[in-house]
């Protein structure tokens, strides 16, 4: 089993930074690579971002290409991810999640999430 928690969240005004961090506890070796996604109410989880737990392959959504960026400190079994230029339209829970075989973009393949983190751009 694997825990993840995330932190991070807040309130921030468009154009501003934030850095979300997603601690792994328990069996770590069960994880091949970790993801991001995002929710907001009536709406479908959304891929955000994705990194390999063994190289330094990561994937990004388009909405967040150049603004966001993830990465991890293995030795720290943690992940981050580094959200800049920030919108009111990423306004959103966001979730950490962790696998070990799939596609990353989609959130069936994950095995463990997170409770998640609420992000909230004002305009």
């Known amino acids: 089993q694997v825990q993840l928690e995330e932190s991070g969240g807040g309130l921030v005004q468009a154009g501003g930074s934030l850095r979300l961090s997603c601690i792994a506890s328990?069996?770590?070796?069960?994880?091949?690579?970790t993801g991001w996604f995002r929710q907001v109410p009536g709406k479908d989880r959304e891929f955000v971002a994705g990194?390999?737990?063994?190289?330094?392959?990561?994937s990004y959504a388009d909405s967040v290409k150049g603004r966001f960026a993830i990465s991890r400190e293995n030795a720290q079994n943690v992940v981050f991810l580094q959200m800049s230029s920030l919108k009111p339209d990423d306004t959103a829970v966001y979730y950490c999640?962790?696998?070990?075989?799939?596609?990353?973009?989609?959130?069936?393949?994950?095995?463990?999430w997170g409770q998640g983190t609420q992000v909230t751009v004002s305009s």
């Open positions: 328990g069996s770590n070796s069960d994880i091949n690579f």
């Open positions: 990194i390999s737990t063994i190289s330094t392959t990561t």
């Open positions: 999640a962790a696998g070990r075989i799939g596609d990353w973009r989609f959130q069936e393949d994950y095995s463990y």
